[in-house]
């Protein structure tokens, strides 16, 4: 029992798994903030070139 213990300490000691899963979850607030950037200005640009046509008459 004494062995599994250690074991089980050991385990929770490690830091290399959590290191991975913090990279990830900043990998995925860095992607959610490009595509919701992408989106605000697709919809700014949208508008934009609405206009430009309409002011051309097409």
Same mark, same amino acid.
């Given at each position: 029992?004494? *062995? *599994?213990r ?5 385990? #929770? $000691? /490690?830091? &290399?798994?959590? @290191?991975?899963?913090?990279? *990830? #979850?900043? *990998?995925? +607030? +860095? ?8 989106a605000?200005? =697709? @919809? $700014? @640009? =949208? $508008? $934009?070139?609405? /206009?430009?046509? &309409? =002011?051309?008459?097409?």
């Amino acid at each position: 029992m004494r *062995a *599994a213990r250690e074991e089980f300490m050991q385990f #929770l $000691s /490690k830091e &290399d798994g959590a @290191t991975a899963v913090e990279y *990830a #979850l900043i *990998a995925g +607030i +860095i992607c959610l903030a490009i595509v919701g950037g992408l989106a605000a200005v =697709g @919809t $700014s @640009t =949208g $508008s $934009s070139l609405n /206009k430009a046509a &309409d =002011g051309f008459g097409l």
